[in-house]
């Protein structure tokens, strides 16, 4: 199976930063998924990162709040900017690997103070 | 507005038992189901998946059964072990061409297998 190696794994941040997330895939890929899970929900899709094309966000999250990179067909960024207390989630990369199977990395674990 | 749902947000089961987690869906226009287990600090893992043509894929002890007319799928898994001890999350999906497009999760369900 496909290694998607995401960091940080954990990480708590003070109110008013940003913090960037880094996601590498070891084969390329032509989508990667960025995703949130809160306590207790399920994981909501943030926005869709295809190389060289502007991120695809989805309701409720915008590029300013969530500017994302994709700078190649293997890794991606996401950033959290100006942190509050409310983004303290598990963030998620996901990529699409074969036609049938999408694959997560670790997770980040962001706390916000 | 969840389009995939799990109900149960919890299921407990004695070791050797038959485990069976539910997740219905409402979007009609999906045609992948994924299942994905996941243990606290780690990322989801895919664990077994069907297509909208089958209505039953096995793989070892997890079965997956689909019916398309209920919007309905379960996951089974035989025997239960401790070790499955995690929590469960269903995903849908369309594909897009040669690849899965974006996937819908479910809330997930929390499995505790008991010795």
């Known amino acids: 199976s496909a290694v998607i190696s995401q960091k940080p794994s954990r990480d708590i941040c003070q109110r008013g930063t940003s913090l960037t997330i880094q996601c590498q895939v070891d084969?390329?890929?032509?989508?990667m998924f960025w995703y949130r899970q809160q306590p207790g929900q399920s994981l909501t899709l943030i926005a869709t990162?295809?190389?060289?094309?502007?991120?695809?966000?989805e309701s409720g999250f915008v590029i300013d709040k969530f500017p994302i990179s994709r700078p190649n067909l293997t890794f991606s960024t996401l950033t959290v900017s100006n942190m509050s207390p409310e983004d303290s989630s598990i963030y998620l990369c996901?990529?699409?690997?074969?036609?049938?199977?999408?694959?997560f990395g670790q997770g980040t674990r962001l706390t916000v103070v | 507005d969840q389009q995939v749902k799990q109900n149960s947000p919890s299921l407990s089961v004695q070791e050797g038992r038959i485990s069976i987690l539910n997740c219905d869906y409402t979007?009609?226009?999906?045609?992948?189901f994924l299942w994905y287990k996941k243990y606290p600090a780690e990322g989801p893992t895919f664990l077994i998946s069907?297509?909208?043509?089958?209505d039953k894929n096995e793989d070892g002890r997890f079965t997956v059964f689909l019916n398309k007319s209920a919007k309905h799928l379960s996951l089974h898994i035989v025997p239960s072990q401790p070790g499955d001890s995690a929590v469960y999350f269903c995903?849908?999906?369309?594909?897009?061409?040669?690849?899965?497009?974006?996937?819908?999760f479910g809330r997930g369900t929390q499995l505790t297998v008991w010795p």
């Open positions: 996901s990529a699409n690997l074969g036609r049938w199977e999408a694959f």
């Open positions: 069907i297509s909208s043509i089958k």
């Open positions: 990162a295809n190389q060289g094309s502007e991120a695809t966000y």
């Open positions: 084969s390329q890929v032509t989508m």
């Open positions: 979007n009609s226009m999906f045609d992948y």
């Open positions: 995903a849908a999906s369309s594909y897009r061409g040669s690849t899965l497009g974006r996937l819908y």
